[in-house]
């Protein structure tokens, strides 16, 4: 398995690229574009989905990482709320609605594998490093 080097590699991004593509290109038609509260709140989340797993990525440290991770799935939450709302009061058809619903939670679903193999790394760090540290009994055997 190689490794990934740049965040625009990761699946995770990319497919929240294009839920973020989605979501502009509906809150930009009919009443939706009026709304601009909920229009802009949604797009907001999604582009946050987006913008907290390329930080996350690039701070270096799997912690952080997985904290971004995070704010990333809250976020993809966060839209499917948005859609929610949007497809009750009628600014999506239900083929809209289910096509960008389906989208978030495969989005949400992809960060979770990926945060939760990312917690798997930070405790196989943590083990190979309290393996690596002597304990008290060796310290003061020296």
């Known amino acids: ?11 995770a991004w990319q497919k929240a690229r294009t839920l973020t593509r989605g979501v502009y290109l509906l809150t930009r038609q009919g009443a939706f574009a009026k709304d601009f509260g909920l229009s ?3 797009q907001r ?6 913008a907290n797993i390329a930080e996350g990525f690039e701070r270096g440290g799997r912690a952080e990482f997985h904290h971004f991770l995070s704010t990333a799935k809250g976020s993809c939450a966060e839209v499917r709320t948005h859609l929610y709302i949007a497809y009750d009061i009628g600014y999506l058809e239900q083929s809209e609605f289910n096509q960008l619903l389906a ?6 679903r992809i960060i ?6 990312v917690a798997k790394q ?4 943590t083990i190979k490093t309290e393996r690596q540290e002597p304990s008290e009994n060796e310290k003061s055997v020296k």
């Open 122 to 125: 930070r405790k196989k760090k």
């Open 45 to 50: 989340a999604a582009v946050s989905i987006m």
């Open 103 to 108: 989208q978030a939670e495969e989005v949400g």
């Open 112 to 117: 979770g594998g990926l945060r939760a193999s």
């Open 1 to 11: 398995m190689s490794r990934i080097e740049r965040f625009e590699d990761l699946i």
């Open 40 to 42: 802009g709140q949604i």
